[in-house]
């Protein structure tokens, strides 16, 4: 066969189940060829563009330093690169939940190459269990996240790697050349530095994870989704990591990989049930009639609700393209019960930002917060964004960091200004809704409205 081998998102040279395969097969492909379709982010944040080229720039450089030397297209040239090699064959990682758009995905590929004759082979390069492998006894997906974590959490198991000579690799691969017009400027080894990453996690933070997960100041627990969006480290050798060290500390790490697994429960509710990409789970919300507010969704977006909260978490995502997850639970609350806007706006706007974009976490999360999906939160149960600012930021030092007016403002009065606003008038001379803006809503109102509104689609 005519093989091309497509590595977007499976940037690393270890472990790498693409290549595995390619050596494995070797004596039934006459012509190889590596190949780095290049998305098209012009419509993402600038964080997530620049991250997403030093990571290719990066694996480039590595790979031309074991001499092997890819194709660089754009993604909209595939189709003529494949016509040009007369490729008969597409390897690519079937699981893959953070392209950037959704035509790079399995599914489309398969389907676009299938009408030119060319057949899509699939492997699984990014997450842990097959799906199939996982159903019920009605051999339907578990749709209770506990349920899925009981019946599956034994078939985590320890497994060797298996290696594979790079050497090889160059030597039965054809020389690609740089087609598209991405500069390559970058030489930053970004495997190397999540594997490095990765151990300091383990070997300092690890100990003190349950607490990290509620510790906003940093920009994530682990940095793991970073990597593993980006196909930088192999899941099999974090599960590996894990179980090695399991009995160190046996609260945390069982934590740790509890929130493995929930990223693996998504992944297959996903994997069955796509169209929840863009509508509710639940099929009885499915006709909502969110707000259409959009000044409000503009406001949420760029920072200006009057939460301080929200408003530095937002400003924050837009200017790093990180997000603490309890920051992301907090301002997807907010859009969608307090602001009552459609979750799927939301969803796209994370999508646009966020570094460690994965399909199938955001959206499920987006929806757990809308109470729309699987396993979601009860409506009735709405975050305050008030109490969640004390709670989780009671000195008030993440909003100090991200909204400078604050900075020499005594926490009591940053949490909740509009409660606040004679005193920040006069003593700081603060002028809600010239300085900084007005609570958007009120919340106990909005709280009304939520409850009143899903209690009449029961």
């Given at each position: 066969?005519?093989?091309?081998?497509?590595?977007?998102?499976?940037?690393?040279?270890?472990?790498n189940p693409l290549f595995n395969y390619v050596l494995d097969?070797?004596?039934?492909?006459?012509?190889?060829?590596?190949?780095?379709?290049?998305?098209?982010?012009?419509?993402?944040?600038?964080?997530?563009?620049?991250?997403?080229?030093?990571?290719?720039?990066?694996?480039?450089?590595?790979?031309?330093?074991?001499?092997?030397?890819?194709?660089?297209?754009?993604?909209?040239?595939?189709?003529?690169?494949?016509?040009?090699?007369?490729?008969?064959?597409?390897?690519?990682?079937?699981?893959?939940?953070?392209?950037?758009?959704?035509?790079?995905?399995?599914?489309?590929?398969?389907?676009?190459?299938?009408?030119?004759?060319?057949?899509?082979?699939?492997?699984?390069?990014?997450?842990?269990?097959?799906?199939?492998?996982?159903?019920?006894?009605?051999?339907?997906?578990?749709?209770?996240?506990?349920?899925?974590?009981?019946?599956?959490?034994?078939?985590?198991?320890?497994?060797?790697?298996?290696?594979?000579?790079?050497?090889?690799?160059?030597?039965?691969?054809?020389?690609?050349?740089?087609?598209?017009?991405?500069?390559?400027?970058?030489?930053?080894?970004?495997?190397?530095?999540?594997?490095?990453?990765?151990?300091?996690?383990?070997?300092?933070?690890?100990?003190?994870?349950?607490?990290?997960?509620?510790?906003?100041?940093?920009?994530?627990?682990?940095?793991?989704?970073?990597?593993?969006?980006?196909?930088?480290?192999?899941?099999?050798?974090?599960?590996?990591?894990?179980?090695?060290?399991?009995?160190?500390?046996?609260?945390?790490?069982?934590?740790?990989?509890?929130?493995?697994?929930?990223?693996?429960?998504?992944?297959?509710l996903m994997t069955y049930y796509p169209a929840t990409a863009?509508?509710?789970?639940?099929?009885?919300?499915?006709?909502?009639?969110?707000?259409?507010?959009?000044?409000?969704?503009?406001?949420?977006?760029?920072?200006?609700?009057?939460?301080?909260?929200?408003?530095?978490?937002?400003?924050?995502?837009?200017?790093?393209?990180?997000?603490?997850?309890?920051?992301?639970?907090?301002?997807?609350?907010?859009?969608?019960?307090?602001?009552?806007?459609?979750?799927?706006?939301?969803?796209?706007?994370?999508?646009?930002?966020?570094?460690?974009?994965?399909?199938?976490?955001?959206?499920?999360?987006?929806?757990?917060?809308?109470?729309?999906?699987?396993?979601?939160?009860?409506?009735?149960?709405?975050?305050?964004?008030?109490?969640?600012?004390?709670?989780?930021?009671?000195?008030?030092?993440?909003?100090?960091?991200?909204?400078?007016?604050?900075?020499?403002?005594?926490?009591?009065?940053?949490?909740?200004?509009?409660?606040?606003?004679?005193?920040?008038k006069s003593e700081y001379n603060i002028t809600l809704g010239?300085?900084?803006?007005?609570?958007?809503?009120?919340?106990?109102?909005?709280?009304?409205?939520?409850?009143?509104?899903?209690?009449?689609?029961?």
């Open positions: 066969m005519y093989l091309g081998v497509l590595l977007n998102r499976v940037f690393r040279i270890n472990n097969n070797q004596d039934k492909i006459k012509k190889l060829y590596l190949i780095i379709p290049l998305e098209d982010l012009s419509d993402a944040g600038k964080a997530k563009q620049d991250y997403y080229e030093t990571v290719t720039s990066g694996f480039i450089n590595s790979l031309q330093q074991h001499n092997i030397h890819p194709y660089i297209v754009p993604y909209k040239t595939l189709p003529t690169l494949a016509n040009q090699l007369e490729l008969s064959h597409i390897l690519i990682g079937k699981d893959i939940m953070s392209y950037h758009h959704d035509e790079y995905d399995f599914p489309h590929l398969r389907s676009h190459f299938n009408n030119f004759n060319i057949k899509v082979i699939g492997k699984r390069v990014n997450h842990y269990f097959k799906p199939s492998s996982t159903l019920n006894k009605q051999l339907q997906p578990y749709k209770i996240f506990t349920s899925f974590y009981k019946a599956n959490r034994k078939y985590i198991t320890n497994r060797s790697s298996k290696n594979y000579d790079l050497k090889q690799l160059s030597q039965i691969s054809e020389k690609g050349s740089n087609q598209s017009k991405q500069s390559l400027r970058y030489t930053q080894d970004l495997e190397e530095m999540a594997q490095k990453d990765w151990q300091h996690f383990l070997d300092v933070d690890i100990s003190s994870y349950k607490d990290l997960t509620n510790d906003i100041s940093s920009d994530y627990v682990s940095g793991l989704s970073i990597y593993l969006a980006f196909g930088l480290v192999d899941i099999q050798e974090i599960i590996n990591d894990l179980l090695n060290g399991y009995d160190s500390d046996e609260v945390n790490y069982e934590a740790y990989i509890r929130e493995l697994m929930f990223r693996e429960f998504y992944y297959i863009t509508q509710s789970f639940n099929k009885k919300y499915r006709n909502i009639q969110w707000s259409d507010y959009t000044q409000n969704f503009e406001a949420w977006k760029n920072g200006r609700t009057g939460f301080p909260i929200v408003d530095a978490a937002m400003q924050k995502l837009k200017q790093t393209g990180f997000m603490h997850n309890r920051l992301r639970m907090i301002v997807s609350q907010f859009l969608t019960k307090d602001l009552f806007i459609d979750w799927t706006l939301g969803e796209s706007y994370f999508k646009k930002c966020l570094i460690d974009y994965d399909n199938a976490s955001n959206v499920h999360g987006w929806q757990w917060s809308a109470s729309t999906g699987t396993d979601a939160a009860p409506y009735f149960r709405m975050f305050n964004p008030v109490r969640q600012s004390e709670r989780f930021d009671l000195q008030g030092d993440f909003i100090k960091s991200r909204l400078p007016i604050f900075k020499n403002i005594p926490s009591k009065f940053i949490h909740d200004p509009t409660s606040n606003e004679d005193i920040l010239t300085d900084y803006p007005k609570a958007l809503i009120d919340h106990k109102l909005s709280r009304d409205l939520v409850i009143k509104t899903f209690k009449s689609f029961k």
